[in-house]
């Protein structure tokens, strides 16, 4: 199945990612969001990120040539869609109304995927009438650097869909990991989620510093950013919501949210976007110190 235009629903911090990577790759492609201040936020994060691989030489081509393929909207018009990414809220049951919608309004050729990086994909097919066209495609944050994309087939997806959405990411650049067993949390955050769930424990019971444990994880492990910084950057929201979808799903205590990442959602310290979450930030998201 060719690919020529692409429609991404939510335009958050991974939307925004898939939908420049897409531009960049060659595809006409539309971002969609609830609200024109989001879009139009997003849209300024995607042009200075691209004005910055060009500057580097990493692009061919000049930001307003990319940037001419990307359009953004209020409305949920992918009718003409060929490939349909959704990158909202980790929370089953607007994923499950917005691929319900989305299988009404699309061609039933439309290849529907999505990004979770914690809900099986069986579930998300079960609210169309097209679980073959179905599948997961899982990008890693920031995604215009990740290389990785998880590749998802739930017991319903159809070969050529995964080999279409395989195709699709490694023309974006990506290198593609291939996930046979719909799991909740995938293969790479069953391996991530546990280690910064106990971070936060060891946090929370006062063996170390939120700021020393993201030193030691970057020296220790060559990571380049810490489970904190990490978090922060994220969303403190979205990684709870994700845990908990799958804590729901295995009832492995290892994926319960600890109590402390609890009260900083309360609190609305959700990350850089809302100026504290685990370190605090100015107002151009630079890091401050630590918020504890």
């Not at 995927?113 to 097919?125: E, G, R, W």
């Not at 799991?183 to 989620?193: D, K, Q, S, W």
């Not at 402390?260 to 401050?288: F, V």
Request: hydrophobic share 45%; aromatic share 6%.
């Amino acid at each position: 199945m060719a690919i020529e235009k692409i429609f991404v629903a939510g335009a958050g911090l991974m939307g925004s990612g898939i939908a420049q990577v897409c531009a960049q790759a060659g595809y006409d492609v539309t971002l969609q969001d609830m609200a024109n201040g989001i879009l139009n936020k997003s849209l300024e994060k995607i042009r200075w990120s691209v004005d910055k691989l060009v500057e580097k030489g990493k692009l061919a081509e000049k930001t307003d040539a990319i940037m001419d393929r990307l359009r953004i909207t209020t409305e949920l018009d992918a009718g003409s869609a060929d490939f349909v990414f959704e990158a909202i809220v980790e929370k089953m049951d607007v994923k499950q109304a917005l691929f319900a919608e989305l299988d009404r309004i699309c061609p039933a050729n439309t290849i529907l995927a999505s990004n979770t990086s914690a809900i099986p994909i069986t579930q998300l097919a079960a609210a169309t009438q097209r679980p073959a066209n179905v599948c997961g495609t899982h990008f890693f944050s920031p995604v215009p650097m990740m290389r990785a994309v998880e590749i998802v087939k739930g017991p319903a997806t159809a070969a050529e869909t995964v080999e279409t959405a395989d195709r699709l990411c490694q023309s974006m650049g990506k290198e593609t990991i291939r996930v046979n067993m719909d799991v909740a949390g995938i293969v790479l955050n069953r391996i991530n989620f546990p280690s910064t769930i106990e971070a936060i424990r060891l946090v929370e019971a006062g063996v170390a510093s939120v700021a020393d444990i993201d030193k030691g994880m970057r020296l220790g492990f060559g990571r380049p950013m810490g489970p904190f910084e990490t978090a922060d950057m994220v969303g403190l929201d979205i990684g709870y919501h994700a845990y908990l979808a799958v804590y729901e799903e295995t009832r492995d205590p290892k994926f319960s949210p600890p109590m402390l990442l609890q009260r900083k959602i309360m609190l609305g310290q959700l990350g850089r976007k809302t100026g504290i979450g685990w370190y605090r930030y100015d107002s151009d998201g630079r890091k401050l110190a630590p918020a504890d």
